[in-house]
Nanobody, 126 residues
Framework: QVQLMESGGTSVAAGGSLRLSCNVS????????MAWFRRVSGNEREAVAA????????YYGDSVKGRFTISQDNAEDIVYLQMNHLKPEDTAVYYC???????????????????WGQGTQVTVYH
């Protein structure tokens, strides 16, 4: 019943900005964790950012800290990833993930998330 749908991925010039959205249905936010992962072709999924939907605490991977911001809207049914100062190395398929049990404990572990979106492609060109 929980479904995630990413949107906003496109091609953008290096140095530019982009905001991804994760629309959630059938999800109850209290005490839960939402995250963004990304996957470069041929590689494992990399943890990008996470947010505890209960208290708003945020977490970031080292490669994006200071450039990306994760947030949720007032209704807590959309999670955003604001990406600034984009680099070609940010090119990847970005996935939204939901953990309905934890408070972002071990947020970097792919295995804690019960639900995943289909992914949205972000391409950053030189």
């Amino acid at each position: 019943q929980v479904q995630l749908m990413e949107s906003g991925g496109t091609s953008v010039a290096a140095g530019g900005s982009l905001r991804l959205s994760c629309n959630v249905s059938g999800y109850y936010y209290s005490g839960k964790c939402m995250a963004w992962f990304r996957r470069v072709s041929g590689n494992e999924r990399e943890a990008v950012a996470a947010i505890s939907t209960g208290d708003g605490s945020t977490y970031y991977g080292d490669s994006v800290k200071g450039r990306f911001t994760i947030s949720q809207d007032n209704a807590e049914d959309i999670v955003y990833l604001q990406m600034n100062h984009l680099k070609p190395e940010d090119t990847a398929v970005y996935y939204c993930a939901a953990d309905i049990h934890d408070l972002c404990l071990n947020w970097r572990r792919r295995t804690i998330y019960e639900y995943w979106g289909q992914g949205t492609q972000v391409t950053v060109y030189h």
